[in-house]
């Protein structure tokens, strides 16, 4: 084979494995839609608060079945969720489940893990006492976490 059919070959072979291994990685990520919905949460199974999030994903449309319908936790319910396998934190007396987030997390994992199962309204505003508020488009992600408000 010449060079002028070599080349070309192993350029195209380059950029088709470099594509399957973009698909891949970003088939593994939550997938987040225009509209700003995870799209995981979108069928899922109704669950109770003291239930794992392994075994089901929670939100407001899911769990109560309607959209408009409003859920609320105590802070003694959302505190079962304390761990890296059910995550749940209270930002401004709402209710977060981050279980699926968390190995995306810029910060790392580490950084949201002692949180779990608290009030993170603090870490979150500052992020993690840098001084530094977290940008907008990390609050419209945190947002497609939302799953009620904290029961006072």
Known sequence: MSKKIIIPLVVISMIAIGVIIFLKSASQAPEINKAGSNKQNENTTN????????NANINAKSAGG?????????????ALHNSEKDCWLIINKKIYNVTEYLPY????????????????????QTKGEKGKPHSDKALELLNTFYIGELKI
């Open 47 to 54: 669950v109770s608060p003291a239930q794992p999030a392994e």
């Open 66 to 78: 309607d959209s408009t319908k409003q859920l609320s936790f105590t802070a003694a319910e959302v």
């Open 105 to 124: 997390h810029k910060g790392k994992p580490e950084t949201i893990l002692p949180y779990c199962g608290k009030d993170a309204t603090s870490a979150f």
